[in-house]
């Protein structure tokens, strides 16, 4: 058991939502997640989807400013890193914000309203969010599938959404959710 694969893990997160890879995480990256994943979707970023996304971001946002220790309204990626290995962010805290945000992500490519996500409308997800290489889409669908039914149901996208934050072995659910 490796609390490094944790860690490894939480700073994919903030890879992912570091939007323009300038290893600074603002309001603006949450945003452009929202808007971005709702397009693919082809919802309007006023829509009342993208709004409930964008309001779920919101208290992932608050979460994480705590880390900002020179409120300068930017996470950098060192702030980020001693704010998790100091404790003041914790992976529970994290993780309740984080739920939230993935059940709106789920409700807005669960387009079809039959409350399981296919391969293609998961891929769409990731696009969406800016995970724009394919293999990655399709390792995470291929882990997520607990019953191989070729569908998700929201539970087995927050199971493995948990495990992204939590899982500190290699062979545990969501750990390679956002890539090796």
């Known amino acids: 058991m490796s609390e490094q694969v944790r860690l490894d893990n939480i700073f994919r997160i903030f890879t992912a939502f570091d939007t323009d890879d300038d290893s600074e995480i603002t309001w603006a990256d949450f945003t ?4 971005g994943i709702g397009r693919e979707f082809g919802l309007d970023d006023a829509s009342p989807e993208v709004r409930a996304l964008t309001r779920a971001y ?13 409120q300068d309204g930017v996470v950098t990626r060192a702030e980020f890193r001693v ?30 309203a039959d409350e399981r996500l296919d391969e293609t ?15 990655v889409a399709a390792i995470a669908f291929a882990e997520m599938d607990l019953d191989g039914d070729g ?9 493995h959404t948990r495990g992204l934050f939590t899982a500190t072995d290699e062979a545990e659910k969501g750990v390679h959710l956002l890539g090796e």
């Open 83 to 112: 704010a998790h290995e100091s404790g003041r962010l914790t992976t529970s805290g994290l993780l309740a914000k984080w739920e939230t945000a993935a059940e709106e992500a789920f409700a807005i490519a669960d387009r079809d």
């Open 32 to 35: 452009v997640k929202a808007r």
């Open 151 to 159: 569908r998700l149901t929201l539970d087995e996208f927050i199971t």
């Open 121 to 135: 409308e998961f891929g769409r997800l990731y696009r969406g969010a800016g995970i724009t290489d394919p293999r």
């Open 58 to 70: 919101q208290g992932v946002w608050d979460y994480i400013r705590g880390a900002d220790v020179d």
